[in-house]
């Protein structure tokens, strides 16, 4: 047994480490300029920012967007499968919380859904930008199955987070 193998058998962790600097030592002139950069130090990148930031572990895709604020988005329309959509977003056109949407009146003889699903921002509520108009969206859409007559209508109310926002849509039902 060579010493480094005692070493492991007697402190697991120690000898877990010297093996790691030991490969990665061994490792270092077959790598070429690819292990040259050092990780930033916790000062460059806090332990906080590594689990929840941006890149980090819980959300590895999200960017931290360069102002702040979120924007009401709306969309859907044209059809029965997508009436009406809304979704919140940053500045960089991320998803952030999901509206509440409440049907205030819809005409009998049909089925309003209401869905998790992507749509194409149209146009805005509120909020701090309208740089995401005509990009894709996540949010809620808003469809109708059944009977309806011709220039009916259904009373949406969409309520937005953080601050509680609510805006009020009627949305008439296009004809099959």
């Keep these: 047994m060579t010493a480094l ?3 492991v058998a007697r402190r697991p ?3 877990l480490a010297t093996l790691a600097v030991a490969i990665s030592a061994g490792m270092l002139p077959t790598a070429g300029g690819a292990l040259a950069q050092s990780p930033p130090s916790f000062e460059q990148y806090p332990l906080r920012d590594r689990v929840f930031g941006p890149g980090g ?3 590895p895709d999200y ?3 360069p102002e702040y604020g979120v924007s009401f988005m709306i969309g859907g329309g044209g059809s029965r499968s997508a009436l009406f ?3 919140t977003s940053d500045y960089n056109c991320q998803q952030t919380q999901i509206p509440a949407i409440q049907v205030l009146s819809a005409p009998p003889g049909g089925k309003v859904g209401i869905q998790y699903g992507r749509f194409v921002a149209t146009g805005i509520d509120g909020g701090h930008t309208t740089r995401c108009l005509g ?3 996540k949010g809620l ?3 109708f199955k059944g009977k309806a007559a011709p220039g009916s209508t259904i009373a949406l109310r969409v309520t937005y987070p953080p601050r509680g926002a609510w805006y009020d849509h009627v949305i008439t039902i296009p004809p099959r």
């Design 5 to 7: 193998n005692l070493q």
């Design 13 to 15: 962790l120690a000898g």
């Design 57 to 59: 572990a819980v959300f």
């Design 63 to 65: 960017v931290t967007p």
């Design 85 to 87: 959509a809304a979704g």
């Design 135 to 137: 990009q894709p969206a």
């Design 141 to 143: 859409i808003v469809s």
